[in-house]
């Protein structure tokens, strides 16, 4: 039997929230389980969407492969990104925003020129799939804490661009700004709140970081 436990003097507190997607975010996950698949586009494609369920066909309809190009990794790194990383963080600013809490985007499409990690002894991602990784899961943390030099981290050879160190310094001090006062807003750049009515938030994109409108128009779909 439970027994409820009371806290009479508990005070709960609200607290600020950042909510992150990367431009293709689960290309980490999508690509070796399609690069090692020998089934045609169009099959691997329909076993995908049978995965889904009675959803699958709205999905088909919505997404047709032949929009990617017939690319399986493309159009399921694309589906995927969206149902499991950008529209839930979509949800989330929405909420927290909805209850009064203080809550802030952005969005991380910058590709990034060095490996940043080493798995099982490789540099990831290799040179030659770095379009096909583009901004994928992890992508942003060198920027965020920093760990821009001998990339990979620890022993690598690479070095980041100067554009990309930019970036760094900008997200290091947002983060700084947001652990101390609860808003991401720096004295070189001011940070929005979330609206959902206008949703602006940070964008890092082409070398640079900025404010801009954050775009969210197919999570209605995934809503």
């Known amino acids: 039997m439970s027994v409820p436990v009371r806290f009479p003097n508990l005070r709960l507190h609200t607290v600020p929230a950042n909510a992150l997607s990367d431009g293709q975010d689960s290309?980490?996950?999508?690509?070796?389980?399609?690069?090692?698949?020998?089934?045609?586009?169009?099959?691997a494609y329909a076993k995908f969407l049978g995965a889904w369920g009675r959803v699958g066909p709205?999905?088909?309809?919505?997404?047709?492969?032949?929009?990617?190009?017939?690319?399986?990794?493309?159009?399921?790194?694309?589906?995927?990104?969206?149902?499991?990383?950008?529209?839930?963080a979509y949800?989330?600013?929405?909420?927290?925003?909805?209850?009064?809490?203080?809550?802030?985007?952005?969005?991380?499409?910058?590709?990034p020129s060095c490996p940043w990690v080493w798995i099982r002894g490789k540099k990831f991602p290799p040179r030659r799939f770095v379009d096909e990784f583009g901004a994928t899961h992890t992508a942003e943390l060198p920027f965020v804490f920093g760990n821009l030099d001998n990339m990979p981290v620890g022993n690598g050879s690479c070095h980041s661009t100067a554009a990309e160190r930019d970036i760094s310094r900008g997200l290091v001090a947002a983060w700084t700004a947001m652990a101390a006062d609860g808003d991401p807003s720096t004295h070189g750049r001011k940070w929005p709140r979330f609206d959902e009515c206008d949703p602006h938030g940070m964008l890092v994109q082409d070398q640079s970081m900025a404010v801009a409108a954050l775009d969210y128009a197919e999570c209605d779909f995934w809503d």
Do not use: M
């Open 58 to 88: 709205s999905i088909g309809n919505k997404y047709p492969l032949r929009a990617f190009n017939n690319s399986i990794n493309a159009i399921v790194t694309h589906i995927n990104t969206l149902a499991g990383f950008k529209c839930p």
């Open 27 to 43: 290309s980490l996950f999508t690509h070796k389980a399609y690069k090692a698949d020998n089934s045609s586009a169009e099959d």
């Open 91 to 111: 949800k989330t600013l929405r909420a927290t925003s909805a209850a009064g809490v203080p809550a802030y985007a952005y969005q991380f499409n910058h590709v």
